[in-house]
Each structure stands twice: as C-alpha cells, then as structure tokens.
C-alpha cells in the first residue's frame, strides 16, 4: 500500500510562485520590500521625536525592531541583490531624520542684537588754557591764597589752569601763577581727567570738550577739612 505524502506550501513559496506568475523580480521584489520598510521607519523616527523624552527611547525602540524584522523576511524569501545590509541601511535613515529635524524644527529661533555705546579710544586734545567759574561751597581756606587761586577773589580772570603737554593719557598741568606744575591722568573709560596731587589741590572734569562740569577741591587746610568749588571749565 503507498502513501502519499502531502507538501503544504509556505507563505515564502507562495510569494514566490505569485511573483513568478505575475512577472515580478525577486530582486525588485525585495528592493521594494525594504525601501518601503526604510520609508516607514523615517515616519516611525519623527513620531517618535514628538513624545516626551521618557517615550522616545521606547518608541524609536519598536521601530527598530519592525525595521528588521521587514529586513529578515525579505531575505528570507530569496532573490535579493544584497543581503545583511539591515545595520547599514538603517543607519542612513537615523542620519537622515536627524538632518530633517534640524532642517525643520518645531519652534522658532530668535537671535538678540545688543547694541552697546563705544567706548572713546580717540584721545582728546586738552592741551591749552581752561577757565574755571565756579563757586567755593564750604568756608574759604587761607591756605588757598599762597598757591595764587586766592578763591579768584571773584575774578574769572585769574581762575584758570594751561595744560601744558600730553603725551598719551599723561597730561602736566600748571595753576595760574604758581609753580610746580602738576601731573593728571585721562581716563577713556570713564571720560574724566582729573590733575593735581590729593594732598594739595584736585580737580576732576566731566567730559573732554568745553563747557564740562568739574569739581575743584583743596585738601589740608590748616591741618584739615577740604573745601569744594563746584563749576564749569571753558576755553
């Protein structure tokens, strides 16, 4: 007595037989089957982008594996022009979503301007004669008569300084009628210059063209005190 053995075929073979009926490549077969699986995985990558980040991990993990398994099957019925390129293709389109992301992202970018004044790097030129019209706002102080400003005693005339060199941000400064001269500083940054030693006689200008506020003080008065005339330099 024979038997006859009954052969079931397969979902591959199936395929197969179909694709052979209607003319079908086995290579093309198979290229299409992963371009599709690459092109679905691109969706999958930039949904998963959207979840929080607690999810994305999760997510992008499901694809992966959808991904490879599309990969596996393909070759697994046969015909492909490459095999094992799962890793490699999958890697182009993780690179190409990335770039996609950044291409288009999901907020707006806005870029700040901040506008800050320049600071003076021109030196001014103060050389020259610079009257002060000021008034004394604390008791007059004897000791301002031997050093030849005797509180101008009024007159505007005898209330002026020369700025006699300078060199940089150096400057040498001479009180009407009086000698030594005295040494002063300009300050960019802070658009001042101030001359004359602390313990004698400062003054301290706002500004480097005339008029300019300025503050004339005198210091060791008798042993004390200081004594501030408050005005405005010209030329």
Excluded at 141 to 168: E, K, M, R, S, W
Excluded at 173 to 200: E, H, K, M, N, S
Excluded at 204 to 223: K, L, N, Q
């Amino acid at each position: 007595m024979s038997t006859t053995r009954v052969v079931y075929p397969t979902a591959a073979m199936l395929l197969v037989s179909v694709s052979g009926a209607l003319g079908i490549d086995p290579g093309v077969r198979c290229a299409r089957t992963k371009q599709q699986a690459a092109a679905r995985k691109v969706g999958a990558n930039v949904k998963c982008s959207e979840r929080t980040s607690g999810d994305v991990q999760t997510c992008l993990a499901k694809a992966e594996q959808k991904f490879a398994a599309a990969f596996q099957k393909a070759e697994a019925i046969g015909g492909c022009a490459t095999n094992n390129d799962a890793d490699a293709i999958e890697e182009k389109v993780d690179n190409f979503v990335t770039d996609l992301l950044d291409a288009l992202p999901a907020t707006t970018t806005t870029s700040t301007t901040t506008s800050t004044m320049p600071t003076t790097t021109t030196l001014p030129n103060l050389l020259g004669r610079w009257y002060f019209d000021g008034a004394v706002t604390a008791t007059a102080c004897p000791d301002i008569n031997p050093v030849g400003y005797v509180a101008c005693a009024g007159n505007h005339a005898l209330c002026y300084f020369d700025v006699l060199t300078q060199n940089g941000t150096a400057l040498t400064v001479r009180l009407a009628q009086t000698v030594p001269d005295f040494t002063g500083t300009i300050d960019l940054d802070a658009g001042t210059w101030t001359w004359g030693p602390c313990d004698y006689g400062q003054m301290t200008v706002t500004g480097f063209a005339a008029p300019a506020p300025a503050t004339w003080t005198w210091y060791s008065c008798g042993g004390g005190g200081n004594y501030p005339f408050s005005g405005t330099v010209t030329r």
